[in-house]
């Protein structure tokens, strides 16, 4: 890679949701760790953190999932972001953030802003971050949610001015504190291309909470206090975290059990976290969250797709109706997840202004259980040939040891109807997420934790023409409702064209949701802060874990 050479109100109550599984479980005792730390950064102290997530890229432009995101909230500095216990999003290394115009938002920085390497960090760092955001615009990237930023200007070595194309964005400022957020260091990253994680270690690109110490692709990170830091969230409590990768979920609940690490964070299986639950040696907590899991259909590849022999658009969506009309949500919540996911029928998950049940009456028997006779029905006044071959991926160490059981299940469901003969495949994460971007999958498993606590981001991510899913999925009228939406100040009537979005896309299934979950943690006796990594801002923040 080269490096650059050039310097509304909220309508959601965040607080209220019961989706998401970040899987917290916290030992007794320490692994790999010093002392316990005190109330001040450096002070001391190491905590051992265990997960099973994989890290895409730690490019802001490169990568848009959860594993990458929990390296870059450690590390980058954000304009703007959630603090502890809160939803709502507040200047971050910005002295103020607002409205100076309908279409331009004004950011003024704090004065003397440095990178870990010793560069300023000025306005033209800001610039640069969200042109190379646009100008790169990666298929695993983040950059859609920019859809409505024109041009960024620096005025200033302070000042920053987004020119938006639609007045009155009611998103912009969550956007901020979203995965397209993170602000980069000019003299280390590379204008139009992504730049290698080598590059971005070894140039110290980083002013968060954490600077990265060592690291280990997808096997070993080992987190330093930044003293300078000088954010909304504070000074770390600890000293030294280490990250440690695992394959296999039963490795980590092993180290957790022996004491070997201090932090269990995603994902266990829900047998695991039951049995964890009767462990004297850790307590469980249980929090508010976001996350849904969703098939994802290619309408390019899938059965009928655009590009198939067989292209055929009614069939095709006949096929993704069947799906949803077999699917036993409730099955796959207390037989895989025993209870800690629930049935999910709605794009935006329950809790969110907004949020509908447009899937309940649509599909199934009208109820939430499945209706083999009307899937038949409806594949055979389409056309369809039965069984209907088709090729599902999922991908466990991304979505937890229980997504074997889950679409094993899934299969079970639709191949026993006879009207499906399921080829189900499992891909490494990596490479997943460049192959279901290269038309590779028909039908994939994908889940989703929040970005910012609105329904926008359970719909503009998705269902815009050019979205992240990348599945082909064009609807003009969803397209310009979901945009109108956006930049609709009234309370009401922004959640009206919300709850008309699902509607349409239930009608279209470019994908199909089937559960929402609840925040987990298991915290041991000697660590203190897990509950704050619960909050409404669905992020967990390894500076808030202390070891008492």
Not at 287 to 310: K, S
Not at 361 to 384: F, R
Request: hydrophobic share 40%.
């Amino acid at each position: 890679m080269t490096s650059a050479s050039t310097k509304g109100k909220r309508v959601l109550a965040a607080a209220a949701l019961s989706s998401a599984t970040a899987l917290i479980l916290v030992g007794c005792s320490a692994g790999g760790g010093g002392g316990g730390s005190t109330d001040d950064a450096g002070s001391g102290g190491t905590i051992t953190i265990g997960t099973t997530e994989q890290i895409t890229a730690l490019d802001p432009a490169g990568s848009y999932d959860n594993g990458s995101f929990a390296v870059m909230n450690q590390v980058y500095p954000f304009l703007l972001n959630s603090p502890y216990g809160s939803p709502d999003v507040k200047p971050d290394i910005a002295e103020s953030a607002e409205f100076t115009a309908p279409t331009e938002y004004t950011v003024k920085l704090k004065p003397g802003l440095k990178f870990a390497n010793g560069n300023d960090l000025t306005a033209s760092d800001v610039k640069f971050t969200f042109d190379r955001q646009l100008a790169i615009a990666d298929e695993n990237g983040p950059s859609s949610l920019l859809y409505n930023l024109d041009t960024t200007d620096a005025v200033d070595d302070t000042t920053v001015v987004f020119n938006l194309k639609a007045a009155n964005d009611q998103i912009f400022p969550q956007i901020l504190s979203s995965p397209v957020g993170p602000i980069v260091d000019e003299d280390v990253f590379a204008a139009d291309a992504l730049t290698s994680d080598d590059e971005i270690v070894d140039g110290n690109a980083f002013a968060g909470q954490y600077t990265i110490a060592s690291y280990d692709f997808n096997n070993l990170i080992q987190y330093k206090a930044n003293k300078d830091y000088q954010g909304l969230l504070g000074a770390p409590k600890t000293d030294t975290v280490n990250v440690k990768y695992y394959v296999e979920a039963a490795n980590l609940k092993l180290d957790v059990q022996e004491g070997n690490i201090d932090v269990a964070h995603r994902t266990l299986s829900a047998t695991d976290i039951e049995d964890l639950r009767g462990n004297d040696n850790v307590q469980v907590v249980d929090g508010p969250g976001g996350e849904i899991r969703y098939i994802v259909f290619n309408f390019n590849t899938q059965p009928y797709g655009a590009t198939t022999a067989e292209a055929d658009p009614a069939k095709a969506l006949a096929v993704r109706q069947a799906v949803a009309d077999l699917i036993d949500r409730d099955a796959i919540s207390e037989q895989v997840y025993k209870g800690t996911f629930t049935p999910l029928y709605s794009y935006v998950p329950a809790g969110l202004s907004g949020a509908t049940e447009s899937l309940l009456e649509m599909y199934g028997d009208g109820s939430g259980g499945p209706d083999v006779d009307k899937a038949k029905a409806t594949l055979e006044a389409a056309g369809v040939s039965v069984p209907v071959q088709l090729n599902l991926q999922y991908v466990s160490e991304r979505y937890g040891p229980s997504s074997g059981d889950e679409y094993a299940l899934i299969k079970d469901q639709l191949d026993s109807t006879g009207l499906f003969e399921v080829s189900l495949q499992s891909t490494e994460w990596v490479q997943y997420s460049k192959d279901r971007v290269a038309d590779k999958f028909p039908a994939y498993q994908l889940g989703w934790f929040p970005d910012y606590s609105d329904a926008d981001n359970y719909l503009t991510p998705f269902f815009l023409t050019e979205n992240f899913l990348a599945n082909h999925y064009d609807n003009p009228v969803v397209n310009d409702k979901i945009l109108e939406q956006a930049v609709t100040p009234d309370i009401e009537a922004r959640t009206t064209l919300i709850e008309e979005i699902q509607d349409l896309v239930a009608a279209d299934l470019s994908t199909v949701p089937y559960l929402q979950g609840a925040q987990v943690a298991v915290v041991g006796t000697d660590i203190s802060g897990a509950e704050e990594t619960l909050d409404a801002s669905f992020k967990f923040r390894y500076a808030a874990l202390s070891k008492e």
